[in-house]
Structure formats: structure tokens, C-alpha cells
């Protein structure tokens, strides 16, 4: 975690801001190696341009942020202390003059940003969220690594969702066995609520599971990822049940070349927009443009939404060791829904491809 703290402190040298204050459990994750959710309290990292690091937690949380390899000083609070109390106490003694300070605008709350201003009455406020989101932009070797992990661990869960499947089951019933399963081997965490759509539910792209039961002609979407070391999958893929319409199999084979399409076009260097063009403009040509309401992808990785966001109005680049998603859906009501989604890699001449559970229309009997 060192050289992540080292990068953020030289950006804020080179921009000639005295600190960074970061409150979001992924960035705080990300340079600390931390992993906790404080809910209603106060958790934060204070970033100086050449003092060493403060990270702010509960006090009973504080034997884990050191388990975790935190080596630096941390303010534990009680519920009945003043975390902010504490605070400033520390960076007076450190006797660091704060003129200007770093934050994540579209994290912090009101409460503390006035907090922030009684500290820092003078300060002036930058945003954070640019460095921050380079920084986890480019995925290293070991975070790569659980990456490949989390991406088998949703594979084996579509796997075992699939097999479930039987005329009459409900949706939860099937999310239930997937999630039971995942926790009898070790995953305690799910990415983002599974979904197990089936017939017209799966025509809804954030469709709610319930008690809908499989029917013959059904197509059923799982969409689903597990967290494994701070690091998340995220996986869709859609089947039928006994048997399928002419228009259904042009739909998933619509979205299956549509995703292939993009995939292909997915290369270092490549515009993001450019690549949600290739899956776009085929589902148009299909006839089914207003029915790919969405965008085509998202960044993957410490959080299952990240940085960078794949619409045809980013121009960024793609770059090698960028990890994120390709998911087109079509969604067609009273007929159903398909959607196709991988998690990809950016290596140096093209992409890998994380998840691998097939993808080909299958028919369940």
C-alpha cells in the first residue's frame, strides 16, 4: 500500500495541496488495506504531502485496521469521544498549515464538510475524485489475481443457478440455493443483490426477484458477482427454459454478437465510446436500438460500478490493466429479456476475457 499512499502524496505536491481527507470505505480500502463499513460513524484518511498518514476509525475497529498492515498512526474514537475533537489535535501538533484540502466531493456529507471548514476555516476545497479514480484505474499484478478468483467463484455460481432450474421454482428459491452454496464455500459477500429473473421479469434490466415461477418458453437472467478480498465480479447470462420463439433466439442472438462486437473492438488505445458503437449500433441495426436502454459497461474492481463508465460519450483510451465490463441487454416486454455480460482485461495486444461460463443460447430441459 505504501507506493499508493507515495502516488497520492505526489499529486498533492505537484498541485500544491497540503492534505487529502478521503471518507468512502473503497478509497480508504484502496490505500490503506482496510476494509470496513463504520455505517453511521466517522471513518477517514488524512493524506499530507510529506507527514505520515492519519486514518480515523471506531476504536473497536482499530485492532483490524492494524491486522490489515496499517502502520501508521490511527485515531480510534469511542462512541462517546468527539472523533473531530480528536483530529485536531493531532495535525496541531504536527503543526501543518492547511490551506487547501483534497476531498471527495461526491462523498462527503454536509456535516462533515462543516467539520472540514471549523478545522480548516481558511481552506479552500478541491476535488479528489479524478486522482482517485486513476490511481485504481490501472489493475497490478495481485489485484489482477483476485480478480481472476472472484470471476471463477460467479461462473461456478451461474453454474450451479442454472442446474436449479425446474418448471414451477421461484426465483428466490434458485437465489437462495446459489447464495446458501456460495457461503458453504467461503463467500460472504455478494457484490450487489443476485439477480434470477425469469419470463417477463427478465424483460426489466434491474428486475426485483421474487416468487415468479418458471415456465415453459421462459427466458431466465442471472446477473450476479461475489466479493473475494475486497475485489468483485460481476457476471450475466441468460438462458431459456424447454423451448424458445423464433423472435427470442433473434434476441439473444442479437445481444451475443453485439457483445462479441465489442469485445473484439476492446484493444489498448481504443476510444471507450468506439467500443460502445460496436455492440450499439449492430442492437440498432436489429431493430432493437430502444431496447438497449442502458450503457454497455462499467470499471470493475474494490467497487462493482468504477471508473470508467463505457457510453458512446467517453473518448477516454482504454488502457492495459484496465478491468471492466461489457453487458448489452435487450429487453423486450411481454417477451422477456437477455442480457450477456463478461468482465474484461486490458493486456498489451488485446483482451482477456475473466469470465468463462459459455455463452451460447442453452436450452434447459
Not at 217 to 229: H, R, T
Not at 316 to 345: A, C, H, K, Q, W
Request: charge should be negative; aromatic fraction near 8%.
Amino acid at each position: 500500500m505504501k507506493h499508493r499512499l507515495e502516488n497520492l502524496m505526489s499529486w498533492l505536491q505537484a498541485q500544491d495541496i497540503e492534505a487529502a481527507f478521503l471518507t468512502s470505505t473503497p478509497n480508504v480500502f484502496y490505500l490503506t488495506g482496510f476494509q470496513c463499513d463504520p455505517h453511521e460513524r466517522l471513518l477517514g484518511l488524512f493524506v499530507f504531502q510529506e507527514k505520515e498518514p492519519i486514518l480515523i476509525c471506531p476504536k473497536m475497529e482499530e485492532g483490524q485496521a492494524r491486522s490489515a498492515g496499517w502502520g501508521y498512526e490511527i485515531i480510534g474514537y469511542s462512541d462517546t469521544d468527539s472523533p473531530w475533537t480528536l483530529v485536531s489535535e493531532s495535525i496541531k501538533a504536527r503543526g501543518i498549515n492547511v490551506r487547501t484540502i483534497a476531498v471527495e466531493k461526491e462523498h462527503l456529507n454536509v456535516e462533515r464538510y462543516e467539520n472540514l471548514v471549523a478545522l480548516f476555516p481558511s481552506a479552500s476545497f478541491a476535488a479528489a475524485e479524478a486522482k482517485l479514480h486513476e490511481l485504481r484505474l490501472v489493475k497490478d499484478e495481485k489485484e489482477l489475481a483476485i480478480l481472476r478468483q472472484a470471476a471463477h467463484m460467479a461462473d461456478w455460481a451461474v453454474e450451479l443457478g442454472v442446474s436449479q432450474i425446474a418448471e414451477g421454482k421461484s426465483e428466490m428459491e434458485i437465489l437462495g440455493t446459489i447464495e446458501y452454496e456460495l457461503k458453504k464455500k467461503g463467500i460472504s459477500k455478494m457484490s450487489f443483490d443476485t439477480m434470477v429473473l425469469t419470463g417477463a421479469n427478465s424483460a426489466l434490466p434491474h428486475g426485483e426477484p421474487g416468487t415468479n415461477r418458471i415456465q415453459r418458453g421462459d427466458f431466465v437472467l442471472f446477473d450476479l458477482g461475489v466479493v473475494i478480498d475486497g475485489y468483485c465480479s460481476d457476471i450475466t447470462r441468460t438462458v431459456a427454459f424447454w423451448d424458445v420463439s423464433e423472435e427470442q433466439k433473434h434476441i439473444y442472438d442479437t445481444v451475443l454478437a453485439a457483445q462479441l462486437k465489442a469485445i473484439e473492438a476492446s484493444k489498448p488505445g481504443a476510444a471507450i465510446d468506439t467500443v460502445d458503437r460496436a455492440a450499439r449500433s449492430y442492437i440498432e441495426n436489429a431493430g432493437y436500438g430502444e431496447y438497449f436502454p442502458h450503457r454497455l459497461g462499467h470499471g470493475l474492481g474494490i467497487s462493482v460500478h468504477e471508473y470508467p463508465s463505457l457510453t458512446d460519450a467517453n473518448t477516454s483510451p482504454l488502457r492495459t490493466g484496465m478491468v471492466f465490463t461489457i453487458e448489452p441487454g435487450v429487453y423486450v416486454p411481454n417477451v422477456g429479456g437477455v442480457r450477456i455480460e463478461d468482465d474484461i482485461y486490458v493486456t498489451e495486444n488485446g483482451v482477456e476475457i475473466l469470465t468463462k461460463y459459455p455463452k451460447e443460447l442453452q436450452i434447459i430441459k
